[in-house]
Nanobody
Framework: QVQLVESGGGLVQAGGSLRLSCAAS????????MGWYRQLPGKQREMVAS???????TIADSVKGRFTISRDHAKNTVYLQMNSLKPEDTAVYYC?????????WGQGTQVTVSS
């Protein structure tokens, strides 16, 4: 099992930036993919970005050009840099890891973008 601790959420004005961090511990040697989902109010969770062990990146079209994902392998940490934030980015952001066919989730961090 992998434990995930997220940080970096908060309140920001439209056009601003935030950086989310997610540190993994536990069975980290088994981790392949790390990434982020988000859940907008009243909607299903949706993929935002992911990065594989080989640093192959997938970014959702809705955030492409504004969000970037990176990974520090030595620190077992994944980051989500969010720029040019919009009110529609307001959501709870969840970190996740995929390993050996299993998925573990972080507790979620709230991001609120005011207009």
């Amino acid at each position: 099992q992998v434990q995930l601790v997220e940080s970096g959420g908060g309140l920001v004005q439209a056009g601003g930036s935030l950086r989310l961090s997610c540190a993994a511990s536990g069975s980290i040697f088994r981790i392949n993919i790390m990434g982020w989902y988000r859940q907008l109010p009243g909607k299903q969770r949706e993929m935002v970005a992911s990065i594989s062990g080989g640093d192959s990146i997938t970014i959702a079209d809705s955030v492409k050009g504004r969000f970037t994902i990176s990974r520090d392998h030595a620190k077992n940490t994944v980051y989500l840099q969010m720029n040019s934030l919009k009110p529609e980015d307001t959501a709870v952001y969840y970190c996740y890891v995929n390993y050996a066919g299993f998925v573990d989730w972080g507790q979620g961090t709230q991001v609120t973008v005011s207009s």
